[in-house]
T-cell receptor, first 112, second 118 residues
Framework: DAKTTQPPSMDCAEGRAANLPCNHSTISGNEYVYWYRQIHSQGPQYIIHGLKNNETNEMASLIITEDRKSSTLILPHATLRDTAVYYCIVRDLYNQGGKLIFGQGTELSVKP | GAGVSQSPRYKVAKRGQDVALRCDPISGHVSLFWYQQALGQGPEFLTYFQNEAQLDKSGLPSDRFFAERPEGSVSTLKIQRTQQEDSAVYLC????????????????FGPGTRLTVL
């Protein structure tokens, strides 16, 4: 079973920041937080991952709380092409062979 | 491009038919994963290969499902005697390596094969 909880849906205005929350209260010390997104009729696309420090790349920023029980994915300037289902995944690289366990995700709708 | 490719993209089968789904991973990628995604759900893990070795098949739903990767590159997911509940999108992903040291390697997904069983 997925170890994360996400809101089922969110709306965001085009050009504004999209902040997608994720709860992972049972995360353990060797588990990473990964974010993927899936645009309609495509395969999931990697966005970003982190262990305990905040991370930023060209797509997004990942903010992980100090206790690591929750995180937020930030898309700084959402565009219509960011409309997708966003999955927050806790990934144990040591015990699961690296497989991804997806939950239901958050369906983000970016509106003009 | 040099991404993961899957074929066919769409497959319609009559109940009871056998089907074979193909995955071409990114060249040189050691690890290969298969996932099943039912309508409106997140993908679910089926099986995992490291080179030609199938190291985890815990997600295969029944013995009608069989996967192989004989030369450590292309993989085939075979479903025998298809049932309506097998209707789903089948996703393949590859990554460079999953090391014992827990390297944080990215999985790259193909576009999937949509299987419809009538």
């Amino acid at each position: 079973d997925a170890k994360t909880t996400q809101p089922p849906s969110m709306d965001c205005a085009e050009g504004r920041a999209a902040n997608l929350p994720c709860n992972h209260s049972t995360i353990s010390g060797n588990e990473y937080v990964y974010w993927y997104r899936q645009i309609h009729s495509q395969g999931p696309q990697y966005i970003i991952h982190g262990l305990k420090n905040n991370e930023t790349n060209e797509m997004a920023s990942l903010i992980i709380t100090e206790d690591r029980k929750s995180s937020t994915l930030i898309l700084p300037h959402a565009t219509l092409r960011d409309t997708a289902v966003y999955y927050c995944i806790v990934r144990d690289l040591y015990n699961q062979g690296g497989k991804l366990i997806f939950g239901q995700g958050t369906e983000l709708s970016v509106k003009p | 491009g040099a991404g993961v490719s899957q074929s066919p993209r769409y497959k319609v089968a009559k109940r009871g038919q056998d089907v074979a789904l193909r995955c071409d991973p990114i060249s040189g990628h050691v690890s290969l994963f298969w996932y099943q995604q039912a309508l409106g759900q997140g993908p679910e893990f089926l099986t995992y290969f490291q080179n030609e070795a199938q190291l985890d098949k815990s997600g295969l739903p029944s013995d009608r499902f069989f996967a192989e990767r004989p030369e450590g590159s292309v993989s085939t997911l075979k479903i025998q005697r298809t049932q309506q509940e097998d209707s789903a999108v089948y996703l393949c992903a590859s990554s460079r390596i999953v090391g014992l040291a827990g390297t944080t390697d990215t999985q790259y997904f193909g576009p999937g094969t949509r299987l419809t069983v009538l």
